[in-house]
């Protein structure tokens, strides 16, 4: 077989008969642009349209509900499952969810859940699933401790065990062994919560586990290679910012501290490395200001390092894991307005390069690193609207 592109500026093909077939888009066309790829086996062919896109932040099909706040996760047929969020049309936290199709570039609707939140938290679970649990539900002007699993078969929510605390502003991670580990958060008081939870999907049910060393809300929580969770930073009930962390050890269930940020933060960004290290960036300050600040934390040594700052100081914004390694950090808040700015960060050389800018400023968005590579940036709120935004794009 034979492998051709009609415009090796665009796009090549490989030929090698290691990795035959392989695509890869080479050129950064100013729209998107096809590029005919064609395979060839004697007097029998076939032909497929590679639609190349420019590099940087490109528009896609826009979410049926203006949302912020919503959880965004990846289910494992390639699809984004966008769930409930704040909104303003309805008002409150609408139970609307949808779906993202990298293939048509357009968001269609999906079941309903059972209970509009915010604040929630969307876990992709090992059979598939979506656990959905906690956060504020406006229609019972109460924080939450109910739970949900959508089910991408069906499309639809189902109700399951309930947490044993209602809770929002917690996080929640898959865990090796299949379980889901909920920690912190506040409680519908407005207290810090230090107690933790385990959700076993064999039987839908939760179930304490130990508690953490410190209560704490709007934390980072960071599955390491290990198997551990790192926690870490967080607020106070009056909006102060931890500097402390600590790990989550499934085979004790017990949390024991580890080395303290060297910047106190709340509303900052964790994304694991491909070295294991975890990259903690931005957030609030103690004084409630952003952070431009960037930092490290290495389970061998269970240290956090500073390293290179954020080319903008930001919080509640969106970061992810590209395939070359590096982390896109975009939108968020500034020192006054919401962000449309966005930079990479580089393990390789410790620093941050700012790249092309968001098409829309946002706060709270959510950031899905698709199947292909490509990065999905949904929602949010954007002071130049004065609103929560429907649009979505891709970078």
Known sequence: M??????????????DATNPGAAVAVGSPAATTPATITATDGSVNGMATLNVRPTGFVATGSMNVARETQTATLLYNGMVLIAAGAGSNPPGAPATAELYNPATGSFAYTGNLNVGRYYHTATLLQNGKVLIAGGDAPSTLSITASAELYDPVTGTFAVTGSMNTARYYHTSTLLNNGM????GGQNSSGQNLASAELYDPANGTFTATGNMTVARGNQTATLLDNGMVLIAGGALPNGASIASAELYDPATGAFSATGSLNVARYSHTATLLQNGKVLI?????VNHNPLASAELYDPASGTFTLTGNLSTARDVHAAALLNDGTVLIAGGQGPSLTLASAELYDPTTGTFTPTGSLITSRVFPTATRLDGGMVLITGGYSSSTTSELSSAELY
Do not use: K
């Not at 034979?2 to 093909?13: G, V």
């Not at 889901?180 to 920690?183: C, F, Q, S």
């Open 281 to 285: 960036a931005g957030g609030f300050d």
């Open 180 to 183: 889901v580990l909920i920690a």
């Open 2 to 15: 034979t492998w051709s592109s009609s415009d090796t500026t665009l796009a090549q093909i490989s030929n």
